[in-house]
């Protein structure tokens, strides 16, 4: 295998070059993150999937959000997140209730299991995500939370133009 300093030297050429192994290299941090996230939370558990499920659940509705709403969130299928909230649901997290204006919609709400899963965990959650940035200073850190927010907000802009209608903003 090639050493990661000689890959990276071999691709800052080009812009273009130095695009592709940004893609690259954000997959396989997210690939790693992902299994990260999911060691810490294997006790109680939880997945990665599951864990940004209830992430999101928490911290970006105002009221409880219907399955596509929350699919939209988390830029995914109806189907997966009916899946996540069933196993979310059958170990106490969340409930899935029908809408009480429209009957045939569900809504997912956090339920009390939710609430005693995020108590106390700040302090350990703090520490755990610190260490995924160890290796970045304060003005690094600053500059990536800029440069994402950019990234993110592009990548929303493509992604509704790829899925079209389906999706909703």
Known sequence: ???MQAIRDEHRETRESMERYILVALFLIEQRWSYIVSREFR????????????VILGNVFERPPSMQEMADAMS??????????????DKGLIRIKPD??????????PAEGFHRFWAGRDKRDAEAVKSLFDSLD????KSL????AKLEEASKERYLEYCGRRCSK
Do not use: C, S, Y
């Not at 006790?43 to 499920?53: N, R, V």
């Not at 995914?76 to 649901?89: I, P, S």
């Open 1 to 3: 295998m090639k050493d």
């Open 43 to 54: 006790e109680d558990g939880i997945t990665a999937k599951q864990w940004l499920f209830m």
């Open 76 to 89: 995914t299928t109806h189907q997966n997140v009916k899946q996540l909230a069933v196993r979310l649901e």
């Open 100 to 109: 009480p204006q429209n009957r045939r919609m569900l809504r997912l709400e």
């Open 138 to 141: 304060d003005e690094e850190v």
């Open 145 to 148: 939370f800029n440069i994402f």
